[in-house]
């Protein structure tokens, strides 16, 4: 499957974005899909993750700002994200997962070409 994501853009701090990753098939087997950032000058992290169950898993830093839903009808996995801060400037990307659990970037892939979000003080 590829993915590709959409919705980035600049924003003012405190302001609010929505992006979407659509994919090209059914999402319904893939055991996850998460979305990643990767800040310049930084390594990329997982920013959250939701798995075919609708389990989700949000990184600490912005667990009470962002929010990963799905919808398995569209083939889409979204990431709703609030309150936005200048750190969190980055390129976002999203990529399926081989398994429900890993939070490895190492065990996702069919990256997409990643959206840029820039959040401005």
């Known amino acids: 499957v590829q993915l590709q994501a959409s919705g980035g853009g600049l924003v003012q701090a405190g302001g609010s974005l929505r992006l979407s990753c659509a994919a090209s098939?059914?999402?319904?087997?893939?055991?996850?899909l998460g979305w990643f950032r990767q800040a310049p000058g930084k390594q990329r992290e997982l920013v959250a993750m939701i798995t075919s169950r609708g389990t989700t898993d949000v990184a600490d830093s912005v667990k009470d700002r962002f929010t990963i839903s799905r919808d398995n009808a569209k083939n889409t996995v979204y990431l709703e994200m609030n309150n936005l801060k200048p750190e969190d400037t980055a390129v976002y990307y999203c990529?399926?997962?081989?398994?429900?659990?890993?939070?490895?970037?190492?065990?996702?892939?069919?990256w997409g070409q990643g959206t840029l979000v820039t959040v401005s003080s």
């Open positions: 098939g059914s999402i319904l087997s893939i055991p996850a």
């Open positions: 990529a399926t997962s081989r398994t429900s659990w890993s939070k490895n970037s190492a065990d996702f892939g069919s």
